[in-house]
């Protein structure tokens, strides 16, 4: 089993490092991509190795992509690469967990008409813009999609996530 | 099943959030307690609520003791109501998870006396000095006792964290 992380500087630490931590405790691989290889700091000043570049992810070696929110999906929603595998991700109908800014990714990548989802509240009014059926709930599945508002809805998110992976 | 943390101002952020999430994932009641009741800070500036004081605290309400690292520790440890928490968990024979500076506080109330244990790597002095069997290993388990060194060692605590509870 293996999940990827797509994120930047400027995560929403734990975000991050919660989901982070719990696919690990599962046995879960995780592979963390960015633009660039290399350390990208939260934050709350965590620092995270980011062990792939976007464009070498091989989507299809991976069973989950997690979407952790802050100021890096500002960043990772402006690269052409992450928003492939973002769509690689939907069309294998395999499970995508984005939280807080996260869902921004799919928004940029088109994948939200129809869908049902929730995200940060400053992020709703893009959301619906994209078609997407906004509910302001801790976490709204759709199909193969996770999705939640803050730090606050780890553990529904969390629980959520698991599911998704160990069917 | 309620689940109890002790901490403090400078607690190791992921070191308290992380498990308090998890728990909350599985559906436990967490409550934080503290020398009083109100906010206490992290070292990277995330703020939790402690909801109860060392002092009214009734450790038999619990099924777990959390005892996150960080700064946190060297001021818990110097609160007799905090070290009676932990002597009462032991008593019982309950289990108790700490990780990092953590065990300080179990090195006070003298909890550690012939038990395998793992901290951080500068506290590893005080606790073979107590008495215990240290060991560098990322997670030791001795009876009611789980313990780790530190936040990359977060996956193996959380699973043996959560063996605990759901024996």
Same mark, same amino acid.
């Given at each position: ?5 797509? $994120?930047? *500087? ?22 963390? /991509? ?28 991976? *069973? ?8 890096? %999906?500002?960043?990772? #929603?402006?690269? %052409?690469?992450?928003? /492939? ?22 928004? $940029?990548? *088109? ?10 509240? &400053?992020? $709703? ?11 302001? #709930?801790?976490?709204?599945? *759709?199909?193969?999609?996770?999705? &939640?508002?803050?730090? /606050?809805?780890? %553990?529904?998110?969390? #629980? ?6 160990? #069917?």
């Amino acid at each position: 089993m293996k999940a990827l992380f797509l $994120s930047a *500087d400027h995560f929403e630490d734990t975000e991050l490092l919660v989901p982070y931590y719990r696919l690990k405790e599962a046995g879960v691989d995780v592979d963390v /991509a960015s633009a660039g290889v290399g350390k990208i700091t939260g934050k709350h000043g965590y620092e995270v190795e980011a062990n792939k570049s976007f464009g070498e992810v091989k989507a299809d070696e991976y *069973d989950l992509l997690v979407l952790p929110g802050g100021g890096a %999906p500002a960043a990772v #929603r402006k690269e %052409p690469a992450a928003l /492939a595998i973002a769509r690689a991700f939907f069309a294998d109908n395999k499970p995508v967990a984005a939280i807080c800014h996260g869902p921004q990714i799919l928004v $940029s990548a *088109d994948l939200l008409k129809g869908r049902h989802a929730t995200c940060y509240a &400053s992020v $709703s009014s893009e959301l619906k813009d994209a078609g997407a059926v906004y509910e302001d #709930r801790e976490v709204v599945v *759709d199909g193969n999609l996770v999705t &939640s508002r803050s730090p /606050a809805d780890l %553990p529904a998110f969390l #629980r959520e996530m698991m599911k998704r992976i160990e #069917r």
